[in-house]
């Protein structure tokens, strides 16, 4: 399916119900840095007397709640949203990277191109949570490039399966995925067959994007991209402005929390949509959604700015739930019918 031109911005519930219908039929590939989130929860009632932070009481009862995350959290939100996902990346050969596995393969993604590596953790995120609060993360995590031959390996079965997938989401947690000097091959030749490649970036790695169809930034990322530690709304649009000139993307969307999220095109005006009113529990893996809803829309046949309006959506959804969430079409349905 190839996106169409940027179209008018209001989905109506027929164009959403055609849209997600449509998603049956996409099939997308997500490469990037594959972790597992496990949340410890309990309860606090008095400071330690050894320092000042809290004593968390563990409930016992309970087991950890573990959930994919990182790119694996995109392939989830994929399949919560009703396309067909396969996941490609690498854990470690360990019982958490075995764990992941089975969750990814319990929710419905293929795993068939994701590999084992001995001697490399999998990245485990663990946060303990109480009353509802995170208290703290820990990070197990191994950030240094894949090693060549795994990264030809890993490359080339993506580009394998490129010519039946409908479009690609790169999920660059910085975790040793996407490798500068070798990443930059991988998208030329993506682009050269004409797929359609979503990145959520990071600052380290943005010489490493050009060619890409669409990416996500936030505020401070985009910011940090010029070299600006903060600025207004003026400055955002004109450092996502840089952003494309330097990548030649056909768009960024930049997530600004609170204040929703703006759209820079070429040669149109920046589109900001404020994000709708929501009690927020966890902003956790907000902008895997994002991406994975933004993706979708556009290979199921939305313009731009329809397709940010079911993004915007479903990052409204997804931080109104706990933990790790993902959205299913009956939400975005509700959500976009209040709109």
Request: proline share 6%.
């Amino acid at each position: 399916m190839t996106p169409p031109e940027n179209t008018p911005s209001t989905v109506s519930p027929t164009a959403t119900a055609r849209w997600l219908d449509r998603l049956r039929d996409v099939r997308i590939g997500v490469l990037g840095d594959l972790m597992l989130d496990r949340f410890l929860r309990g309860r606090v009632r008095r400071i330690s007397p050894e320092a000042p932070v809290p004593i968390v009481e563990m409930d016992g009862s309970r087991d950890p709640l573990e959930r994919p995350g990182g790119a694996a959290n995109v392939a989830a939100n994929l399949v919560a949203l009703g396309a067909r996902t396969t996941l490609f990346g690498v854990t470690g050969h360990d019982d958490d990277g075995a764990r992941l596995l089975r969750l990814c393969e319990r929710a419905g993604i293929e795993t068939r191109a994701v590999t084992s590596m001995p001697g490399r953790p999998t990245t485990v995120k663990t946060r303990v949570v109480a009353q509802g609060q995170q208290i703290v993360r820990l990070d197990l995590e191994v950030t240094t490039p894949l090693p060549g031959d795994r990264t030809a390996a890993l490359y080339g079965r993506l580009l394998d399966a490129a010519p039946e997938l409908d479009a690609v989401i790169v999920s660059d947690y910085a975790k040793g995925v996407v490798v500068p000097g070798r990443f930059e091959g991988l998208l030329a030749e993506l682009r050269e067959r004409g797929t359609f490649v979503a990145i959520d970036p990071r600052v380290r790695h943005m010489g490493s994007y050009a060619g890409a169809s669409v990416v996500t930034p936030n505020k401070i990322e985009v910011l940090l991209g010029v070299g600006r530690a903060a600025g207004d709304a003026a400055d955002t649009e004109t450092a996502a402005r840089d952003w494309l000139n330097r990548l030649g993307c056909a768009a960024v969307l930049v997530t600004l929390g609170e204040d929703g999220m703006q759209l820079v095109l070429p040669g149109k005006p920046a589109v900001t949509m404020p994000t709708r009113a929501v009690e927020v529990f966890d902003v956790t893996g907000a902008g895997d959604t994002v991406i994975a809803a933004l993706t979708l829309a556009r290979v199921a046949g939305a313009g731009w700015r329809d397709a940010v309006t079911m993004a915007n959506a479903a990052a409204g959804i997804v931080v109104g739930k706990r933990g790790t969430a993902v959205v299913r079409p009956a939400d975005l349905r509700r959500e976009l019918a209040r709109r």
